[in-house]
């Protein structure tokens, strides 16, 4: 599945960046079991953090598209957990998205569909997931989303 993941990257033109290390007092990943608790991650898009308030100062494309880096870094931290052999991913299980919204913002579901989306074309049927999108007043260091994520793991 490494093989597969790595080429649906290749195709849509993404890679995988380097697996965060966490800016505070946690860890980026706890296994329990066969399930990866993955911590929240943010943003980046060539090296910055994409930061904002979706429905003030950010549009619904900009979020959708901070959300599917989310993603690609939240693939990064299994990658790095599971010793590079993603084939070990058995299914997404879940995916909590915050989204810095102003108050009028209703469109929070839209914005998770950037991770969700990916999610199911890197990992097919067990990329479908349950999930939580909710609106928030701010994020750590201005991120316009953050994503935690929930993978069980063979």
Same mark, same amino acid.
Do not use: W
């Given at each position: 599945?490494?093989?597969?993941?790595d080429?649906?990257?290749a195709?849509?033109g993404?890679t995988l960046p380097?697996?965060?290390? /966490?800016v505070?007092a946690y860890?980026p990943?706890?296994r329990?079991?066969?399930l990866?608790?993955?911590?929240?991650?943010? /943003?980046?898009e060539?090296?910055?953090l994409?930061?904002?308030?979706?429905?003030?100062?950010?549009e619904l494309?900009?979020?959708?598209?901070a959300?599917r880096r989310?993603?690609l870094m939240?693939v990064?931290?299994m990658?790095?957990?599971?010793d590079?052999?993603?084939?070990?991913?058995a299914?997404?299980?879940?995916?909590g998205v915050?989204?810095?919204s102003?108050?009028?913002f209703t469109?929070?579901?839209?914005?998770a569909n950037?991770?969700s989306?990916l999610?199911i074309?890197?990992?097919?049927?067990s990329?479908r997931?349950?999930?939580s999108?909710v609106g928030? /007043?701010v994020? /750590?260091?201005?991120?316009v989303?953050?994503?935690d994520a929930?993978?069980?793991?063979?």
């Amino acid at each position: 599945m490494t093989d597969t993941i790595d080429a649906t990257l290749a195709e849509l033109g993404l890679t995988l960046p380097e697996a965060a290390a /966490p800016v505070a007092a946690y860890v980026p990943v706890v296994r329990t079991g066969n399930l990866l608790h993955i911590s929240g991650q943010l /943003p980046f898009e060539d090296g910055a953090l994409m930061t904002g308030r979706v429905g003030e100062d950010r549009e619904l494309d900009y979020a959708a598209e901070a959300a599917r880096r989310c993603a690609l870094m939240l693939v990064a931290q299994m990658k790095r957990a599971l010793d590079g052999d993603l084939s070990r991913v058995a299914r997404i299980v879940k995916l909590g998205v915050f989204v810095n919204s102003a108050g009028s913002f209703t469109d929070q579901a839209q914005v998770a569909n950037g991770a969700s989306e990916l999610m199911i074309k890197l990992f097919g049927e067990s990329g479908r997931h349950a999930r939580s999108a909710v609106g928030v /007043p701010v994020l /750590p260091l201005g991120a316009v989303v953050e994503i935690d994520a929930i993978v069980e793991v063979a």
